[in-house]
Every structure is written in C-alpha cells, then in structure tokens.
C-alpha cells in the first residue's frame, strides 16, 4: 500500500498559477506509476495527469501544455504545476499510484488515493 498525502490548493484567479504536492510513503514513488485527477461537483472523477518510473508523462487534452507533473524521487513527492488556471479547472484534486488497472486513465485502477485538495479558480 501507498500512503498520499496532497497539498497546496486553494483560491486563485484566471490565469494564475498554483502547485501541489503529493508526499508518498510506503512505497518509493520511483518505481511506480503516480497520477494526478480531478473531481468537480456532479461529475466523474477524471485523468489529469501522469508519470511512469521512466519519467514519462501523459496528459489529458483538456490541461495539455499548461499542467505540468513531475517526481522528485529523493523526496519520494509527485507535484502537479498548474499555469494558466481557468474556471473549468475548479475541483478537488486528488493524487493516485500504483495502479492495478490496465487503464491508467480511470479512476477505478487505482486503489491508492491521497484524501485531496481544493482548488477553486475565480473568473
């Protein structure tokens, strides 16, 4: 099991940039798939973005070229850098690894979540 522990939500404005953090115990996140994903109310919970043990990175159209993920292995953390925030990326953010799905993009391959964080983007 991996234990996640999310930070750094909150309240912005468009266009303003925020990052969170994703702090992992139990496992070493170097050699583990991580991913980030997003709930807002009334929808599914949706891929964001996501890093193999390569350092590979895939995201969802929707946040391309303006998310960011990355690990830092000595500090057994994943951080999602979020640059130009709009409306639509209001939600909770949660961070997820070690997926026993073969389908890295559903949220139901994963059984290691973080309790996540809101971030709330103001037009």
């Known amino acids: 099991q991996v234990q996640l522990v999310e930070s750094g939500g909150g309240l912005v404005q468009a266009g303003d940039s925020l990052r969170l953090s994703c702090a992992a115990s139990g496992r070493a996140l170097s050699n583990i798939y991580a991913a980030w994903f997003r709930q807002s109310t009334g929808k599914e919970r949706e891929f964001v973005a996501g890093?193999?043990?390569?350092?590979?990175?895939f995201y969802a159209d929707s946040v391309k070229d303006r998310f960011t993920i990355s690990k830092d292995n000595g500090e057994n953390t994943v951080a999602l850098q979020m640059n130009n925030l709009k409306p639509e990326d209001t939600a909770v953010y949660y961070c997820a690894a070690d997926p026993f799905g073969s389908d890295r993009r559903m949220a139901s391959s994963y059984d290691n979540w973080g309790q996540g964080t809101q971030v709330t983007v103001s037009s």
């Open positions: 890093i193999n043990f390569s350092g590979f990175t």
